[in-house]
């Protein structure tokens, strides 16, 4: 993993940060402001800065904490001798299930890290880019094998998860689809789009 390391949070920074990565996520970073956390928080917006330097910081420390939860469940799954087929359909259900788990945080991974500052901008595509790489490279090694169809790995790879990061849009627990239906229908549809026929 590409990661930099993330160290443990105080049980109060986690408090803030879960609060700052909900309301994110509700108005958007760029329209959320410091006072607002406070009040969610019950607090002085001055005393935020005595845990975090800036709303920036926050966003930082939320989007490298899903960065790590999606390559902490994905990166064992690479590294099985599982089929390439076998083993990007857990890939993607895996995929699915972190952004079920984890909607407002999946919803900074996809989106929302486009407000950081350039420097970190540049690092977190980088992530990105190590992280989808994954996908292509268990499509080039399954057409290597014969089991998927001859097209532009990278190409379907990304549209595969722009369809999936969807999701954490439209997901709802309360919804009509159980979480094991949608990864049912998902995983049918694009597996049945890209197996060689």
Known sequence: MILPEIKPLSERKEEILTQARILFCEKGYATASMRDLAKRLEIQAASLYSNFNSKEDMLWEIALRCAKDFFEKIDPICQTNLPPDEKLQAMLETHIE??????????????QWKYLSAEKRKQYAAF???????????LREGQDAGLFQDMHSRFVSLSILS??????????????????????????????GIKQR
């Open 163 to 192: 369809a999936l990061n969807w999701i954490s849009r439209w997901y709802r627990p309360e919804g009509k689809m159980q979480v094991h239906e949608i990864k049912q229908e998902l995983l049918q549809l694009l597996m049945q």
């Open 98 to 111: 972190v952004i079920i788990e984890n909607r407002d945080a999946s919803t900074i991974f996809f989106d």
């Open 128 to 138: 990105q880019h190590a992280y989808e790489q994954r996908f292509v490279d268990i």
